[in-house]
Structure formats: C-alpha cells, structure tokens
C-alpha cells in the first residue's frame, strides 16, 4: 500500500467468535500517518483494534509493532467518577513512570508528571476542568479526557475507537482538529463509522466487512479509483438547459448528457480530466451561467458504500487474501 | 498518583471506609448491650405465665455476641466492599485504562486487595474496641490480651474472606453476582461445612468463632495453629489465582519488558 516506514503490520489476524470476528487481517500502517477503520457497526472493528491495543489475543496471525508505547481510546471511555480530570491524567502518566528512590527526587517527579498532565488538558480543552470530578463530565468531556490520558505518555501508536461517536458538531471538529495535530507526533489508527470524519482527517483507509479487509489504500488514491466521471450540471433557464445539452452532446468526449430536474444535466464524460476540463469551457463558450455543477457519487461515503455491497456477495467465497488495495502513484 | 493512593481515595471518597467503620461500631457498642439486657427483654417478650431465666452474661459473651453480629451483617459489609473494588470486569472501559497501562498483574490486583483488608480489619478492630468497651463497663473485664489475639485470628479471616471475594469476583462481570456468590459461600456454605465434626477444627470458619472459646479461656492460642494455616494457606492460593486470571495488555507488558516481540 505505501513506500513509508510501517508504524505496524499484521499478517492475516484472525479472532473467531463462532462465525464472527476479524478474519486474516493484513495491515500495513505508515509512520505518522493517520488511519482511519471504516465499516458498518459489526464489521468487527473494536475486536481489531483490541488485538492490536493487546487486549484481545488473536486465534492467529501477528503484530508488528515499531515502538512501544502504545494507548487506546475506547468508545465509551469511563473513569472512576470520584476523581479529577487531573487526577486521571496523573494516574495515567504515573503508571508508565518509574518510582524515584528519594522522596525529594519522587516529589520533583510528580511535580514534572503533574505539569505533563496539566499541558496535556490544555491541550484538549478542558483546562477549566481539571479539579472537577468526571463523575459530571459529558460524553464530551469523557472523549477529550481519554485522549488527554492516552496523550500525555506521548504514544508511538495511538488507537481511537470511534472518537466522535455521541459527540455534538463542535466537539466533532475539536477532536478531528486535535486528530490532524497528533499526527506530528503519533502514528494514529481511528475507527469511526461517520465516513466524513475519516476522509477529512486520515491519509489511508481501510474497510472492513463481514471481519474481513475488503479495502485498504490511501484515501486519496481510493477516491480517485473510484470517482465516476458523472456530474450534474445545474444552469438558469429552460432555454440555456438546451443549448447547453446540444453543446456537449457535439463533444466528443462526452458520452451521454440527459435532462435531469428543473434545469438541470447529468452529464457522463470519457475520463474524469475530461470532464473537468470540457464542462467549464462549453458552459463559457456558449455564455451561459452556471448555477451548480455536481460530481456523482465520487464522495468517500458512496464509494465504500458500493465496494460493501460489492463484497458482501464474493466474501463469503474468500478463504484469504481478499483485500483489495489501491497503490499511489 | 499511584494505584495505592488511588485505592485509598477510593475507599475515602466513595465513602466506604466511613460505612465499614459506622457498621462495625455500631455492631461493637450494641452487642454486649443486648448482651447485658438479654434478660429484660426477653421477660419484656414473654407472654404472661411464661418465665425465660437466663445464666447472668459473662465476658466471654459479650465479645462473642460482637463477633457473632460481625460475622453476619459486618460480612456483608465487607463482601460487598471488596466485590466494588476487586470486580474488574463489572466496568470493562474503565478496566481497559488499567489494562493499557499496568504491566504485572499483581499490581492490578495487590494495592485493591491490602487496601480493602486493611479498611476492614481496622473497621472490625474498631468495633472490637467498642465492644470490649462496653463489655468492661457492662459485664465485666474480658481481658486485653485474649481479646487481641481473637482480634488477631478474625483479622486472618478477613483477609481470607476478602481473597475469595476476589477470586468468585475473577469469575464475574457484575458486582452483584459476586455479591450474592460470596455471600452463599460465606454465609451459608462454610458454616455449613464447619458442622461436619472432622472439618471443624481446621476450616478458616473456626477463626471466626474463637470469640468464646478463647476470650474464656477454654482454648488456647494454639488450638488455633492449623486453622490459620489453612486460612493464610488459602489466602495466598486464592490471591495467586484473582491474580492470574487478570488481564493485561499485551502492549503494556511489552512496555514494560522493554520489547516488541516480532
């Protein structure tokens, strides 16, 4: 899938709960790239990521991981409720630190970890609440507050199961823009059902469905493999509708242009670059207005919709090896 | 933050500490009290024409009616403190912040288990306090030095019945189902085995009922040999296998070994 340093890999992991699980997962992540797990609910995208946080041990297969510190957010994160946000980010922090053998040197440690652990809240917002208890917190919070937790033992691999799941638009785009910060300094595999979120923020994808990789590749790449060369176009006037239909139609790259609505064309081209360029230029050489012009299909959300349905009908035939992958240029 | 500190706020702020040490005061004040006006108010209950003489109380009976109302609703206290603490699985999320990042599982499971013995055993010697107590002011003198070393065998029970609460909560994903099997172990199956003559001298259960015995003077300390064993036996068994059965992360072992197996 990629020339970069893999941050991780998996050979054909596998978790069978009886017929579903994760089945012969092939994984290739880059180093400081973001991730992003897609698939229905079901598709068995918390059982992978458990396998590779280490909490859920494969039936087979293997991770490779370069680094060792590793942090997971889970869907529904949950604390003890009588702690602080501060407490928690402490606690988190001091886990992974060694016990200093003098008490000076112990209560300069904590000093340090309790900074590390007040940057970090800062960091994600929630500086104002960090001597409350999370016992009050929204779902809101309790997501920013696991990623302040995971944060602040600065992980070389960090997993983020569904983190703007429950989350109102504002709290959406704060993690996402927190998600694109990370990636300076974390590789980051985020899982999320919401395919907006994963192509605004992520650099590859992979599908999952059924337990099984059905799509893996950059986003990038993935987006233009699949984008149809399909546009409506949308003009002012009845009149400007028809010359403009008799324009394209005398193209010869173009291969259908029909009526579509009030106004409207759905126009098919050769090739994608046809059609980008050939569209503008017949809409200005005949003078008329361009109210819309509308590419069919060729979002993130449509394209993974129709490679599911797709596999859903031959994954069942699979015995392995199954992915499909898109490579850059 | 450590994981002791946080078992110590957990007792304090969730107010835990406060109830086990309310409970077994209480249990501690009153029990020579109805010791003490047995007879009253079982003459005060009486219909007419029906006389109850009962023997005058001794010390003896003022403390083993303590440990006798200890043994019941202070066990309950006690199962039900140690099952929040140590039912990891009752809150899988939060569990996977432990998990992710505590390498050995002894720690997961050592700070919750000391600590909550402790809270209990202090609560229990409080209310042993209370009773002797009363029992020197009401009844008379039970002695300081017996009354310590049945404070000394019971607190091995404790810590007995604790590490069992951990390893039936190992089993479960609910606090109250490891509740009530603790409790059906506790209350009802290990009274019940001390019944059987043979048994009774070296079950764990045998602890718990030296009030009498040994405040009166009727046993010695050394009757008491085998039965400690068994119960710190147990102890150690049953904490080793809570132990085991705690999960990991496999990352955070890793951290911790210093490597990535490949």
């Excluded at chain 1, 016990?99 to 000093?111: I, N, T």
């Excluded at chain 1, 990038?220 to 009149?239: E, G």
């Excluded at chain 2, 300081?144 to 029970?157: I, K, N, Q």
């Amino acid at each position: 899938m990629s020339v970069g340093r893999a941050a991780l890999t998996s050979a054909g992991l596998s978790r069978d709960f009886g017929g579903v699980g994760v089945f012969d997962v092939d994984l290739h992540i880059d180093r400081g790239s973001v991730y992003g797990l897609v698939g229905r609910n079901g598709a068995g995208k918390t059982t992978l990521l458990s396998m590779l946080a280490g909490l859920e041990k494969p039936d087979s297969g293997l991770v490779k991981l370069d680094g060792t510190t590793v942090s997971m957010c889970p869907d529904v994160p949950e604390f003890e409720p009588w702690l602080t946000a501060l407490e928690v980010v402490e606690l988190s922090a001091g886990l992974g630190a060694p016990r200093r053998s003098g008490v000076r040197e112990q209560a300069l440690c904590d000093a340090a970890l309790r900074d590390a652990a007040l940057r970090v809240l800062s960091r994600v917002g929630m500086e104002s609440a960090a001597r409350r208890r999370v016992g009050g917190f929204s779902r809101g919070m309790l997501q920013r507050l696991s990623l302040a937790a995971a944060l602040v033992v600065r992980p070389d691999l960090l997993i983020l199961d569904e983190p703007t799941s429950g989350l109102d638009p504002e709290g959406r785009r704060t993690i996402l823009d927190l998600v694109r910060d990370l990636k300076q300094e974390s590789t980051i595999i985020l899982s999320s059902h919401i395919v907006h979120d994963v192509e605004s923020v992520c650099d590859a994808l992979g599908l999952l469905d059924g337990g099984r990789l059905v799509l893996q590749g950059r986003t990038a790449d993935i987006l233009d493999a699949h984008a149809r060369p399909v546009w409506r176009l949308q003009s002012r006037s009845s009149r400007e509708a028809r010359i403009l239909a008799a324009a394209l139609r005398a193209e010869e790259w173009t291969l259908s242009v029909e009526p579509a609505s009030e106004f409207g064309l759905l126009v098919e081209a050769a090739s994608v670059e046809a059609g980008e360029r050939g569209i503008p230029q017949v809409v200005s050489r005949e003078g008329c207005a361009l109210a819309g012009l509308t590419a069919l299909d060729s979002d993130l959300e449509s394209i993974l919709l129709s490679v599911s349905s797709a596999s859903a009908s031959t994954v069942a035939s699979m015995t392995g090896g199954g992915t499909r992958t898109w490579r850059g240029p | 933050m450590t994981l002791w500190q946080l078992e110590i706020a957990r007792l304090l702020r969730t107010r835990r500490a406060l109830v086990l040490a309310a409970l077994f005061t209480f249990l501690g004040c009153t029990a020579p009290l109805l010791e003490h006006y047995a007879a009253d108010i079982l003459a005060s209950a009486t219909s007419d024409g029906v006389r109850v003489e009962l023997p005058p109380p001794t010390p003896a009976d003022g403390i083993a009616s303590y440990e006798s109302n200890a043994q019941q609703l202070g066990l309950i206290g006690v199962v039900v403190v140690a099952s929040s603490a140590l039912c990891f699985h009752a809150r899988p999320q939060a569990f996977v912040f432990y998990r992710m990042r505590v390498a050995r599982r002894r720690d997961m499971v050592v700070p919750r288990y000391v600590v909550v013995v402790g809270a209990c055993v202090a609560a229990y010697l409080l209310g042993l306090f209370g009773a002797w107590y009363e029992t020197t002011l009401l009844i008379g003198d039970p002695g300081v030095p017996r009354t310590l070393a049945h404070g000394g065998l019971m607190s091995l029970h404790l810590a007995f019945v604790v590490a069992g609460v951990a390893f039936i909560a190992s089993f479960f994903r609910s606090v109250l189902a490891s509740v009530g099997s603790s409790l059906g172990v506790y209350l009802v199956a290990l009274p019940a085995l001390s019944v059987v003559d043979f048994v009774e001298p070296w079950t764990p259960q045998a602890l718990a009922d030296s009030a009498a015995p040994l405040v009166s003077g009727s046993d010695g300390l050394g009757h008491y040999v085998v039965p400690a064993a068994v119960s710190a036996g147990l102890t150690v068994l049953l904490l080793a296998v809570s132990i085991q059965r705690v999960q990991t992360s496999a990352r955070s072992r890793d951290r911790s070994a210093g490597s990535i197996p490949e």
